[in-house]
């Protein structure tokens, strides 16, 4: 299993625990659904991100972090 596929059922996870939470603060599961919505749902949103992250197109969005960690401390 590739680690950004580990990534992507933790956001998946993520989700669920924020419709938990959303649950036990009287937020309705509608008002969430039409909150992701707006974003396009949680795999665009996955999508977006993975997009953003992984610049060179490959798959894998370690690289351009590990580039950036690189960048940031030398």
Not at 20 to 30: F, L, N, R, W
Not at 40 to 57: C, V
């Amino acid at each position: 299993m590739s680690r950004f596929t580990r990534t992507t059922e933790k956001f998946v996870e993520s989700v669920s625990a924020l419709a938990e939470t959303a649950a036990e603060h009287g937020v309705s599961a509608d008002a969430l659904q039409h909150l992701l919505g707006q974003f396009g749902g949680p795999e665009a949103i996955l999508g977006q991100l993975g997009g953003f992250l992984d610049r060179d197109g490959d798959g894998n969005p370690l690289n351009e972090l590990s580039g950036l960690a690189k960048g940031l401390f030398g």
